[in-house]
């Protein structure tokens, strides 16, 4: 199946005005294996598609298809002026064609739902929430957090260490800070960038401040002989 024009369709898709058959659609139907049923009110994409569907179709592209749909279906309460100006920062930023970018990170995304936090950070960028630097930061973070640990991201809030690598990753990832370095555990926190993802990216009350300080409880020094 040849879908190598699939960043030229969703970058036209983007700009597209035919917004609003997109509230026609039920969402749930474009999570599910047999999408393809639903995507015929997707602007220009979905016809795009639903053409190729006599060819065959692999996991992959099946995958990625069901990712850039409900992407663009998160999109629906956006105006093309809105969607014009952040393609257009978009390819000033990344210098390259706007369909390109969005189309290799939403590819690059494990699990669908994290095509919804990025659908959710384009947002977040429309409304001025956040700067389209913070956009690639926050979509690069949220690409390398494995999706089953977006849930602990509230834990660390205040202070925390989750047991079981959690911490490890989520840190490693650029989503916390160390906050507590201890005799027996160090503690960690939400980094600006962590608590940005939250916010914006998962629709998550959160306090967006942060104080950069690692605070050491206790600290003895002995002479040197």
Request: proline share 2%.
């Amino acid at each position: 199946m040849d879908i190598s024009k699939l960043p030229e369709k969703l970058n036209e898709a983007i700009l597209s005005e035919n917004y609003e058959h997109l509230k026609k659609i039920d969402k749930t139907k474009l999570l599910k294996e047999n999408f393809l049923g639903a995507v015929g009110c997707i602007p220009v994409i979905g016809s795009w598609v639903t053409g190729l569907a006599g060819s065959i179709m692999n996991y992959c592209d099946s995958a990625l298809f069901r990712k850039i749909f409900v992407f663009i279906y998160e999109l629906k309460d956006t105006t093309k002026k809105e969607r014009l100006k952040f393609v257009k920062e978009v390819e000033e930023t990344a210098e390259d064609v706007a369909g390109n970018v969005l189309c290799e990170m939403i590819n690059r995304m494990d699990n669908i739902n994290k095509a919804i936090f990025t659908a959710n950070l384009v947002k977040a960028r429309i409304n001025d929430d956040i700067s389209i630097e913070d956009f690639f930061r926050l979509s690069a973070v949220c690409e390398r957090i494995p999706y089953s640990d977006f849930r602990y991201l509230k834990q660390f809030e205040d202070e925390a260490m989750i047991d079981g690598g959690v911490t490890e990753i989520l840190y490693a990832s650029g989503a916390l800070i160390q906050r507590t370095i201890g005799d027996d555990e160090n503690k960690y926190t939400l980094s600006i960038i962590g608590r940005k993802l939250l916010k914006f990216g998962l629709s998550s009350d959160v306090n967006l401040e942060v104080k950069n300080v690692t605070f050491i409880p206790s600290m003895e020094f002995g002479e040197i002989d």
